[in-house]
């Protein structure tokens, strides 16, 4: 079931007595246990009825107990039980005993007074498995997997109108950007936008860029578009910048030496006619990387790209192996017409 669509029931305070939350979008699964707790119970920190279990530090049968026991206060107690890894194929050294068959036997009859959810954070859990074929089978499975971009833009569009603000569009596409379209990210910089957007309920481009601080990845990609336009005052400028917020030479001609090889890699398949989402499959990059990749890569040639990747792999062996001074190496790189 959709997320939404548990919520609303939540909210009705239709619970079910089994949830199994799988995905890894942290931003989804802490607003449902938000909305779960918040109708179970008015406090904010009750011990009593809401209680969690880290499956990395204590045995399943603990949670087991729990989930038997009656509430102390109220109608219901939650039990959350995070790092289920026993779902997945995942193999752990560990002294603790997972008693799967525990778990086996309550799904069959799960106390009505007990809500237990699962917080299954992988992107898939192993099929094969007779507890996993069961909480498929009893439990209310929930989806909080990462959003595509084509679902994710409409959420976020829906969510900045029902908080009572607009966006500008240019501000969007920023705001997009400096997050990497990640849910959560975008949801953390959202809180701090409207509270400075608070009087005129606008949110504008400037406000996302004075708010929103560029990583390291989002400056070398602005220092690759200087390089390959032969902007070499701006180059050197934003260098400079880098260098003096404490950024090593040596990791900046690493990340630039791998946004070289994405576009080389991208547009090699895009003469392959692959489409972006097979380039996400094969590559294993954020859809989002891929196609900012796609629509630089198409003004630039391989011979460009080629002769950039190869002075890279050149400079960085020269530097590594004492031959030359790292720093006045790589202004030199930026110097260069192409």
């Known amino acids: 079931m ?16 089994v949830y199994t939350l799988i995905g890894t979008e942290t931003f989804l699964s802490e607003t449902f246990k938000k909305e779960l707790k918040k109708q179970v119970s008015d406090e904010e920190d009750d011990d009593f ?20 026991t009656v509430p102390f206060f109220g109608d219901h107690k939650v039990i959350f039980v995070e790092n289920p890894y026993f779902l997945t194929g995942e193999k752990k050294r560990t002294e ?9 036997s309550y799904l069959s009859n799960p106390l009505s ?4 959810v699962f917080m299954a954070s992988y992107d898939k859990l192993d099929e094969r498995k007779k507890v996993v074929k069961l909480l498929k089978k009893e439990s209310k499975v929930v989806d909080v997997s990462k959003m595509t971009e ?10 900045i109108e029902n908080e009572g603000y607009d966006i500008e569009k240019s501000a969007f596409e920023e705001l997009v950007y400096l997050t990497d379209m990640d849910l959560s990210r975008i949801m953390n910089e959202l809180d701090k936008l409207f509270l400075y957007s608070l009087e005129s ?6 406000d996302v860029s004075s708010l929103i601080p560029k990583s390291l990845e989002h400056n070398i990609f602005d220092l690759n578009q200087y390089v390959l336009k032969n902007k070499a005052d701006q180059s050197l400028n934003l260098y400079h910048e880098l260098l003096i917020s404490g950024e090593e030479t040596i990791k900046i001609i690493s990340i630039l030496l791998g946004q070289i090889r994405l576009l080389l890699q991208v547009k090699i398949l895009l003469d392959m006619n692959y489409q972006q989402s097979n380039m996400t499959d094969t590559l294993k990059i954020h859809p989002y ?13 391989f011979d460009i790209l080629g002769q950039m990747f190869n002075e890279l792999i050149e400079m960085d062996f020269k530097i590594k192996t004492g031959q ?9 790189f930026l110097l260069q017409s192409r």
Not at 2 to 17: A, R, V
Not at 96 to 104: I, K, P, R, V, Y
Not at 324 to 332: Q, T, W
């Open 49 to 68: 009825n809401i209680v969690g279990f880290d499956m990395n530090e204590v045995e399943l049968s603990n949670v087991i107990h729990e989930a038997e």
């Open 324 to 332: 030359m001074d790292k720093e006045l190496v790589f202004e030199l």
């Open 150 to 159: 084509k679902t994710l833009i409409p959420y976020l569009r829906q969510y």
């Open 113 to 116: 007074t007990s809500i237990l």
């Open 96 to 104: 603790l005993n997972h008693d799967l068959t525990l778990l086996e």
């Open 289 to 301: 990387r891929i196609k900012l990749a796609v629509g630089q890569s198409k003004t630039l040639s």
């Open 201 to 206: 309920k606008v949110i504008k481009k400037s």
């Open 2 to 17: 959709s997320l939404q669509n548990e919520l609303s029931e939540i909210k009705k305070k239709k619970f079910q007595s």
